[in-house]
Each structure stands twice: as C-alpha cells, then as structure tokens.
C-alpha cells in the first residue's frame, strides 16, 4: 500500500512487504472489519465471567436480591454472561426473573450508525417497560444495556414505574469510556493497537455511545434515593432507591 501522509487511519500506512507476508486479502475491507469488530466485541460472557466475576456478586447484593424477589434484568447477552442463572439461583423457586436481552438490537443500531435523541451512536429509545405492570419488580437490573438507550430520563422513569416503591434499579456498563481512550493515550502501542481495531471495525477513535455518571446523576435527578456510583477497571455502576 501507498503511505497516505496525512492520515490518521493505521490501515493505510501497511506497506508491501505487509502483503507479502499476510496475503492481500489484508487489504479486503470487508474481511478486515469482519476480524475487527470479531476482535472489539462479542467477549461480554468472558469479561463478566472471568475478568469481572467478583464484581457480579457485589452488583446482586446492592440491588438487594433474595428468595421470592421479582427481578427484571435488561442486557447484552445475558444468558451467557450469567445473569440469568445467578439471580435466579438467588431468588429460588418461589421468586421471578424476567429477561429482556437487546444484544443483536445494539449490534444493529452501532453498526448501522443509528443515532437517536441523545446524538450518540448505537442508540435508539427504550420503550421495553411501557406496557409493563406498574410497582412489580423488587428490582430491576440493566446489565450491560446502558450505552444503547437514547433518553435515561425518558428510559429511567419507566423502569423505575415497573418497580415497587423502595425497589433498586441497578446500571451496570463494561464500556468504552474515557479511562479506556486515556491509558490507550499513555502508550504508543496501545494506541496503535486501539486506533487500528476502531479504524477496521468502521468506528474509528471508539465513536459509540458512553454515559458518564455525572450524566446518569442528571437524567435521574428526583427520581432516586440516595443514588451511588462505582468504578473498577472500566466496569462501571450506577444505582438507587424508587423514591
């Protein structure tokens, strides 16, 4: 390939010596963002259960989860991170845990650029609780479904209608937040490596959705008691009481 000398993509500074190692279908966009977007998602089962295991058990106990508990959990691959059979193993026969997984919806909506109300990319307006019962779940959880909704204030009134008064609505996100694109900044290598998955995947500089927690705190202004917020390594948690 030709370097371009202005370019921020890394894909275009690979030279011929690169094809004639790797073969030209590295230069096939469509394989390489095939391998990209492989590389950049697809792994919540292992980070949940591997590398975040631990912090399962903590996000459980602040949504207050016991036996006969009724829990709404909305996420990402959520049988296969787990979700599923943890809280219901803690809710036992008598409780109830009701799943909505949004997985192919939020693959869809990022790589097809969708942009709702919020600007963001990757995100379209949650209407999954509208026609739910009001004041039913002991708690609701949204694990790894928290970048893709358009509105958390629109999204966090309805959830929290479905929940009983004095109920947790627990946010829980393994994203792509600033602490990644800073310690992606601090080494040469790292940032190469970030910026040449992003560029191939076709979402260069990590251009998808990202709540911080000073923006959830604004969107449930009024309608939380005591809300709290926990960062550990990238997995961040935004919770609080049905006030």
């Known amino acids: 390939m030709t370097k371009q000398a202005d370019s921020s993509d890394p894909w275009d500074w690979m030279q011929s010596n690169d094809l004639q190692r790797f073969g030209p ?7 390489r963002k095939r391998w990209c977007t492989a590389s950049l998602i697809g792994g919540l089962p292992y980070l949940w ?3 975040a295991a631990s912090m399962k058990t903590f996000i459980y106990t602040q949504m207050r989860i016991h036996p006969d508990s009724t829990v709404l959990i909305l996420g990402e691959s959520v049988e296969s991170c787990g979700f599923r059979e943890d809280i219901e193993a803690l809710v036992g026969e008598t409780g109830r845990v009701d799943v909505i997984d949004i997985i192919e919806e939020a ?33 609701v959880g949204v694990l790894q479904a928290v970048q893709h909704s358009d509105d958390w204030r629109q999204a966090g009134k309805e959830l929290l209608r479905v929940i009983k008064p004095g109920g947790i609505l627990m946010l829980a996100e393994i994203g792509f937040g600033p602490r990644l694109r800073l310690l992606a900044s601090q080494d040469l290598h790292l940032q190469y490596w970030v910026d040449k998955l992003t560029y191939g995947a076709g979402v260069p500089k990590l251009d998808v959705a990202y709540y911080s927690a ?20 990238g997995l961040e948690l935004f919770w609080g009481t049905k006030t």
């Open 214 to 233: 000073d923006e959830l705190r604004e969107a449930f202004a009024g309608l939380l008691d005591g809300p709290q917020t926990f960062e550990w390594r």
């Open 107 to 139: 693959r869809d909506a990022t790589s097809g650029n969708v942009r709702g109300a919020s600007g963001k990319r990757g995100t379209w307006r949650y209407t999954y609780a509208d026609k739910m019962d009001s004041d039913y779940y002991d708690s």
């Open 25 to 31: 279908q590295i230069l096939d966009p469509i394989e």
């Open 49 to 51: 259960r591997v590398q």
